[in-house]
């Protein structure tokens, strides 16, 4: 009986050690926390083992474990790791939180790494040239082992109040770029305020969508216009002009001729750059059709061809190729962008979408690397049907100047990733739209009544003014608007009759008072007149509109209303605009707190936090 029970004991013993060795399979969806959305890319690690799985575009994964007693790691660009038991779990879904932590703060002495403010007029300066021009600023810390900051943005001279009477006319581009507002966010969220040629109030406006009507007739966008008063100055009015592009029809998309063209560069290394770039390359493939066809072509000491033109139907294929890439080199810019654009014209899909999509922290400083010299490059390359994106990464050798005029040149647009968020906006949630350009070289042009407007001054697109001749100019090259996008764009108004230290003291003209004799009626504020070309068309076409001058008093206007005035003014206030007058941080907090309806992902709410902690680093 002994021995029985002796041979018992020992069999139960067996029976729970394979229990715990015997190895299992875990299965699961990782999310983020707050969207909710899935995360794709996540590395999932058995501790101890070099045992690891990664999510799919679905955020679901698969690994096979040793026993009940192995942990779970799950690790992702932008957040915090995750650390799990398995113990008696076959299934284990994850919930991961963006990183809060903040890198340190230093003060830059003796402009040992400087931040570099360089006017567009001028040739780039040298320290001690730029010590003597007072555009060195304190610079911006860029995280453990990088030593210096040559960050550099254009001077932005902001637009001034022209009177109606003598000028009554204000043309300008459209600009659906949205990186100047997730740069200085960057830099808010890093416990600093933010230079104010960092800030350009239309990219700010236009990061946001807003709820405006679907276009109805033939016309690729709809048309939609208010008035009321500015909230930081009640005499003055405040026109909002706002532009809705038709959504894709997703059952008749043309196929997609893509070139990836990636920095790999010294610079590119660190945890913000290159891995946050390949996870982000990574969503965009699973957001595109197996038709569509990828290149990847990367750039440092010399360019080269990583992937050529391969269907997105073999997408482990070019996965594999960006999982391979590691940073190091200096930076040949120009050849990287020549052969790109030599690839995606020999892959040209015809009536297709061609681009391409460059990542890059900005620098360009070796070979072909003038500004001026990729911008007529690009100019050139654009008449082939070949588009360009530009999105940005990392922080401390970012060239943003730069950046904004080579997309310009390109029909193309320009973001800035500082986090894993914002690479789901743009490659997830924004890129496939994007690709899709329904009208290009989009032109505004408005005419002010001078019975009623006494001064008028457009809200930032400093850099997308034209002259009043370039409207009906169709050689002249404008800004794209992509399927389903918002363009918004405010004017401040000084009615007639009310005193304003912004107009000019000079005698009045003898030759120009004819508004009687045109019969001008004080019903109407403005017209305004867009021209536009097709995709594929060479001839613009003109839309007009005209604005009631209402009296509708800020409360009455739309969510859309209140929302990008709100945007504005926290926008004035980051530029210490000579305009912002009575602007508050809480007055900008409370309209934009009453303006939240169309808040699906969050954006808007975080504009909030990002109101709150200027405003209390605006007060110590």
């Known amino acids: 009986m002994k021995t029985m029970n002796h041979y018992l004991m020992l069999f139960v013993l067996m029976i729970m050690s394979a229990g715990l060795s015997a190895r299992q399979t875990i299965t699961g969806t990782v999310t983020d926390q707050i969207s909710g959305e899935a995360l794709p890319f996540v590395n999932v690690l058995e501790k101890g083992t070099k045992n690891m799985a990664t999510t799919d575009f679905d955020g679901k994964y698969s690994i096979e474990v040793e026993n009940n007693n192995s942990v779970l790691i799950f690790s992702f660009v932008g957040y915090e790791n995750v650390i799990i038991k398995v113990e008696n ?9 963006a990183t809060t932590e903040l890198m340190d703060v230093v003060e830059i002495k003796e402009y040992e790494s400087p931040l570099i403010i360089r006017d567009k007029t001028a040739n780039r300066l040298s320290k001690s040239e730029m010590k003597t021009a007072g555009v060195v600023y304190q610079a911006y810390e860029v995280g453990p082992g990088v030593e210096h900051n040559t960050e550099e943005y254009d001077v932005i001279h902001e637009n001034k109040f022209h009177e109606a009477q003598n000028s009554p006319l204000s043309t300008f581009s459209i600009d659906v770029d949205a990186a100047s507002y997730s740069n200085i966010r960057r830099v808010i969220n890093y416990g600093q305020m933010p230079q104010k040629d960092m800030v350009r109030i239309e990219e700010m406006i236009n990061y946001f969508n807003y709820d405006y009507p679907q276009p109805t007739g033939d016309d690729p966008f709809s048309i939609n216009m208010e008035v009321s008063q500015a909230p930081w100055n009640s005499k003055h009015k405040l026109v909002h002009i706002g532009l ?44 595109l059709d197996e038709n569509d ?16 033109s391969t ?21 040949a810019g120009g050849a990287g962008i020549k052969l790109a654009y030599k690839v995606a014209a020999q892959n040209l899909i015809e009536d297709g979408n061609n681009r391409v999509i460059l990542a890059t922290d900005g620098d360009f400083n070796v070979g072909e690397s003038s500004t001026a ?18 999105t940005g990464f990392g922080m401390g050798n970012y060239k943003d100047g730069r950046m904004e005029q080579i997309s310009n040149a390109g029909n193309g647009n320009y973001f800035y990733i500082d986090n894993i968020k914002e690479a789901e906006k743009v490659f997830v949630r924004e890129m496939r739209a994007t690709l899709f350009t329904i009208a290009k070289d989009v032109k505004i042009q408005v005419e002010f009544n001078p019975k009623v407007v006494q001064a008028y001054r457009l809200i930032g697109y400093e850099n997308r003014m034209l002259e009043d001749e370039d409207f009906n100019n169709d050689k002249k090259d404008a800004g794209e608007l992509g399927a389903g996008h918002t363009v918004t ?33 004080n019903d109407e504020i ?53 305009f912002k007058q009575n602007a508050s941080y809480n007055q900008a907090l409370q309209m934009a707190k009453g303006a939240m309806s169309n808040d699906e992902f969050g954006y808007r709410s975080e504009l909030i936090s990002m109101i709150r902690s200027c405003q209390m680093m605006a007060e110590k």
């Open 89 to 97: 779990q076959k299934s284990i879904d994850v919930q991961m939180a």
């Open 244 to 287: 809705q592009g038709k959504n894709l029809d997703y059952d008749d998309l043309k196929p997609s001729n893509l070139v990836f063209l990636i920095d790999v560069s010294g610079s590119m290394s660190d945890h913000n750059k290159l891995p946050l770039l390949k996870s982000s390359m990574k969503m965009l493939v699973g957001e």
């Open 293 to 308: 066809r990828v290149a990847i072509v990367v750039y440092a000491g010399a360019a080269g061809l990583v992937l050529p």
């Open 311 to 331: 269907p997105v139907s073999e997408k482990e294929k070019i996965i594999a190729a960006l999982d391979q890439l590691s940073a190091g080199g200096s930076t």
């Open 373 to 390: 010299a990729m911008v007529e490059l690009i100019e050139k390359k654009r008449k082939q049907g070949i588009y360009l994106t530009i």
């Open 489 to 521: 764009a405010l004017y401040e108004i000084i009615p007639v009759g009310v005193k304003s230290e912004f107009i000019r003291d000079i005698d009045p003209l003898k030759y120009q008072s004819v508004t009687e004799q045109l019969g001008l009626s």
């Open 526 to 578: 403005l017209t305004v007149k867009f021209r536009y070309k097709k995709p594929d068309g060479d001839k613009s076409q003109l839309i007009v509109k005209t604005l009631e001058n209402s009296q509708t008093n800020i409360n009455e206007t739309s969510e859309n209303y209140r929302f990008s005035a709100a945007v504005a003014e926290f926008g004035m206030l980051l530029r210490d605009s000579e």
